[in-house]
């Protein structure tokens, strides 16, 4: 998909000159000699070659594959996922910012607007995979994980690094609609009786269950609760993938809560439960997330780590491996693993708040990012901002949302005990 260029080249590259033409130099002396933007350079030049991706749909919302030299391939489907074709804001809104040029931020914007119009009137809720060009949904179901996962992320994150209130009203509204109808289990996730909460998938529709299983893409969502400041809930839903990995020693792709057995065995070194740890330990400072990682990182080295690198485990329970390591291990799950237990790390003790894009690239929270060389990019469309709230009622941008733990808290189970063996037996550990 196209848009695993704009993730990992695109965010690299900017990445990369945002903190080569950094002035503070917070991660030391990193420049080049006579560096003259080559990189930015770069970047350009590549997002050119991704906009025809956005030419000839009637939705505005871009083809799932586009080749970087002839354009969109004449045999191109014109299905694509709400994740692809939704998460494309935050590379290209910063690239617009960077060069002056409102046509990337435009194509991303317009993309995300047309998804959101086509969201269910009932609940809220969108499909996983939509129809380009007639806008129907061809995949109804909706949930947090494969093919969702990045439009939920990057709507909050681009709030956060733009200032846009439009983005930050669509991921209250989405949000909303998730906790209604995706979430199952007692109503608060450190007291009270019941089952824990668990997030399920369901018919966009009618907010019907539609299987009985959860993917492992889905406990990035931790991370994104963390960001928007809702603790509690993250901790819960991080216990339970947690419970997951010390069953196997791994995450397999599927697993299915009823039959507490995975629907699809293998693990290939995905980064999001390594990412959650790392969120919930800065927004907490509990060590109980130290404790998490190290047994992540036992089990790496245990179960994948092979000659040249780590494998893909092909099977959870076998431990048999596969002869290929995707490039995520390296950029993010290795990434945030060795953050967390690097304390000193600059990116922890820089004056400048950062914040990873979807594949792990910093980028700063800067003020350039909140200001444009343009105007509105366009009128907002019909049901984008329906009902707006006043400004005040709005969280501030550019600074944390998360309330942290109270210190009583902070060096004992972020779960009571109970609960936490509730979320062990839920899984199959005894």
């Known amino acids: 998909m196209f848009v695993f260029y704009l993730y990992r080249i695109l965010g690299s590259l900017i990445s990369a000159h945002i903190l080569l033409t950094d002035p503070k130099h917070p991660f030391g002396e990193v420049g080049f000699k006579d560096y003259d933007n080559e990189l930015l350079h770069l970047a350009h030049d590549l997002a050119v070659r991704l906009l025809p991706a956005f030419e000839n749909t009637s939705t505005g919302i871009p083809y799932p594959r586009v080749n970087l030299k002839t354009g969109v391939p004449q045999d191109s489907v014109n299905e694509t996922c709400t ?65 969702m996962d990045s439009f939920y992320e990057y709507l909050l994150k681009s709030y956060i690094l733009f ?20 979430r199952r289990g007692r109503e608060s996730c450190n007291e009270g009786e019941g089952d824990p909460p668990l997030y399920v998938n369901v018919n966009m529709f009618s907010g019907e269950i539609m299987n009985t299983w959860i993917d492992s893409l889905q406990a990035f969502f931790p991370g994104l609760q963390v960001l928007n400041g809702d603790i509690d809930d993250a901790i819960c ?21 009823q039959l507490k057995a995975p629907d699809v065995l293998f693990y290939p070194l995905r980064p999001e439960l390594v990412e959650s740890t790392y969120l919930l330990y800065q927004a907490t400072k509990n060590p109980f997330y130290l404790h998490v990682g190290m047994d992540i990182l036992q089990s790496l080295e245990k179960n ?48 400048n708040k950062y914040i990873f894009t979807t594949e792990g690239h910093v980028v700063p929270i800067d003020k350039r990012f909140r200001e444009k ?58």
Request: proline share 4%; charged share 20%.
């Open 83 to 147: 994740a692809g074709a939704g998460s494309l804001l935050v590379e290209f809104g910063i690239l617009s910012r960077l060069i002056g040029d409102s046509t990337f931020e435009w194509v991303a914007r317009r993309a995300v607007r047309a998804l959101w119009n086509l969201r269910s009137n009932e609940t809220g809720l969108l499909g996983n995979v939509i129809n380009i060009q007639t806008g129907q949904w061809v995949g109804k179901q909706s949930g947090l994980g494969a093919g």
């Open 163 to 182: 200032g846009e209130n439009e983005d930050y009203r669509m991921f209250k509204a989405a949000y909303e609609s998730i906790q209604n109808h995706l």
């Open 237 to 257: 839903l991080h216990a339970f993938y947690y419970a997951i990995w010390k069953r196997f020693g791994a995450l397999p792709e599927r697993y299915n809560w």
């Open 304 to 351: 994948a780590k092979v000659r040249c690198g780590y494998a893909t485990l092909h099977h959870v329970v076998e431990k048999s491996k596969e002869d290929r390591m995707e490039s995520f291990f390296l950029s993010e799950t290795c990434k945030y693993l060795y953050l967390l237990f690097d304390e000193n790390n600059p990116l922890h003790q820089s004056d």
């Open 373 to 430: 060389q343009w105007n509105n990019l366009s009128p907002c469309e019909e049901g984008v901002l329906a009902e707006p709230e006043p400004d005040n009622q709005l969280p501030p941008s550019n600074i944390s949302n998360c309330n942290r733990i109270p210190e009583e808290r902070r060096y004992a189970l972020p779960l009571k005990s109970v609960y936490m063996r509730q979320i062990d037996h839920m899984v199959g550990l005894f």
